[in-house]
Structure formats: C-alpha cells, structure tokens
C-alpha cells in the first residue's frame, strides 16, 4: 500500500507526491502551469490553473488506501488539534495535521505573490483531504473566526458525502451557541470520551488496518472536557 507521506519534501516540488498519492498528476500539472505563469507575469492564469488543478482533483473516484484523520483547527487551537491527532493515531489512524506539514509551513514563507500563496495553500490542503478518509474540526471561540474551517469542512462533505466520517469536536459550552448548522451535518462530540467513542466506531465500521502509533514525547494534553 503506497503511503501519503506528507512530511517529506523533496529537492523539486515537482516530486513532492509519488504516484501512490491521489491527485499527485493534477499538483504536478499545477506547479507547471503556475511556473509558466510566473515567466509571463500574467496574474488571471494562476486561477485557471487552480480550476484546472480541483477538475482533475473531482474526477478521481476512488478513496485512499488505509484511514487517515484530517484535523481541522483555528491557529490559536493548534494545542486541541494535536491531541486529537494524537487520539488518532492512538486508534490506529493516520492523521494530517496542518503544522506538521513541513510543505504548508514552506508555502507561507515563500516570497512569490499572495495569489500563488493561497493556491498553492490550499493546494496542499486539497490533496490532504483527497488522501484522508476521515476528517474532524476544533469548534472553540476561537473557530467562529476561522476562514479555512468552514471550506475545509465542506470540501470534506463534498468529498465524503457519508456524514459518519466527518465530525467535529465542541469545546465546553460552544455547541450551544454555535450557529454554524452545517456542523450538524457530521457526528458532533461534546467530549475528549465522545472523540474516542467515533474512532472507535469508524475504525471497526471502515475496516481500518492499525497504523503503528507514533511516539509523542511527552503525549498532549487532554481536552478540557
């Protein structure tokens, strides 16, 4: 089974995704059509590339081989986000996590234009998602704000459809106030147990095959509830 090794980057971008990954073609066609563009200074170009780049993205059928867990969160919850990868992987799931994608980091800190920026962002994001079987979101004060939960979790529904594999977790007292009903559309846990019980459940109903659990020195802190 080829793996989605995400945390590796290559000497060419180009080659950042071997051909086990879903999607590697349309982020290698991406990267050369946003070369060229960049030659002929012409801005409109990188949007047709990014639209060309999610057309070839929406015909793959297939899913990923294994269970994978993407972790949706707000900056200012990164410390939410790593524990319940940690729960993840601790039930037997891969994960991706947005800081620890060495690629993300590097996308951030590039000196090309703010448009090549944001594609090239959620380029990656967009092959995380296509690679990942599952996908959960931090809902803290701290999420309403976010821009990239919302597309995040859509694209998950989008891509999965099945509502069982999308949840998301509410910090104390959130899922009263939250006005974002689009939420109630996946499993919603109000606790660190209601996390572990939908691993749990999804790892026996998906048939998921037990990944070897990372070391985490020392393991993150639980939820607060």
Same mark, same amino acid.
């Given at each position: 089974?080829?793996?989605?090794?995400? $945390?590796?980057?290559?000497?060419?971008?180009? @080659?950042?995704?071997?051909?086990?990954?879903?999607?590697? $073609?349309?982020?290698?066609?991406?990267? /050369?059509?946003?070369? @060229?563009?960049?030659?002929? @200074?012409?801005?409109?170009? +990188?949007?047709?590339?990014?639209? *060309? +780049?999610?057309?070839?993205?929406?015909?793959? !059928?297939?899913?990923?081989?294994?269970?994978?867990?993407?972790?949706?969160?707000?900056? &200012?919850?990164?410390?939410?986000?790593?524990?319940?990868?940690?729960?993840?992987? $601790?039930?037997?799931?891969?994960?991706?996590?947005?800081?620890?994608?060495?690629?993300?980091?590097?996308?951030?800190?590039?000196?090309?234009?703010?448009?090549?920026?944001?594609?090239?962002?959620?380029?990656?994001?967009? #092959? &995380?998602?296509?690679?990942?079987?599952?996908?959960?979101?931090?809902?803290?004060? %701290?999420?309403?704000?976010?821009?990239?939960?919302?597309?995040? +979790?859509?694209?998950? /529904?989008?891509?999965?459809?099945?509502?069982?594999?999308?949840?998301?977790? +509410?910090?104390?007292?959130?899922?009263?106030?939250?006005?974002?009903?689009? #939420? /109630?559309?996946?499993?919603?846990?109000?606790?660190?147990?209601?996390? *572990?019980?939908?691993?749990?459940? *999804? !790892?026996?109903?998906? $048939?998921?095959? /037990?990944?070897?659990?990372?070391?985490?020195?020392?393991?993150? %802190?639980?939820?607060?509830?």
């Amino acid at each position: 089974m080829a793996n989605f090794d995400w $945390q590796q980057i290559p000497r060419d971008l180009l @080659e950042r995704y071997d051909d086990g990954v879903l999607g590697y $073609q349309a982020w290698r066609q991406l990267l /050369k059509s946003i070369r @060229e563009v960049l030659r002929a @200074e012409a801005p409109d170009p +990188f949007l047709m590339a990014f639209d *060309e +780049f999610l057309r070839q993205l929406n015909q793959i !059928s297939r899913g990923p081989n294994g269970c994978r867990v993407f972790v949706s969160h707000q900056q &200012a919850d990164v410390l939410f986000a790593e524990r319940i990868a940690y729960l993840a992987n $601790q039930w037997g799931f891969e994960y991706w996590l947005d800081v620890h994608d060495p690629m993300l980091l590097l996308a951030k800190q590039t000196n090309l234009p703010p448009v090549v920026q944001s594609i090239l962002i959620a380029a990656i994001i967009e #092959l &995380a998602l296509l690679n990942c079987t599952h996908g959960i979101t931090v809902q803290t004060t %701290n999420a309403q704000q976010s821009r990239w939960i919302p597309y995040e +979790f859509g694209r998950a /529904k989008r891509r999965w459809l099945v509502s069982t594999q999308v949840a998301s977790w +509410f910090d104390n007292g959130i899922y009263a106030v939250s006005k974002a009903d689009y #939420l /109630k559309l996946g499993v919603c846990a109000r606790s660190e147990r209601d996390v *572990e019980l939908w691993l749990a459940a *999804e !790892s026996v109903r998906c $048939q998921c095959p /037990k990944v070897k659990p990372r070391q985490w020195i020392p393991p993150p %802190n639980h939820l607060p509830n």
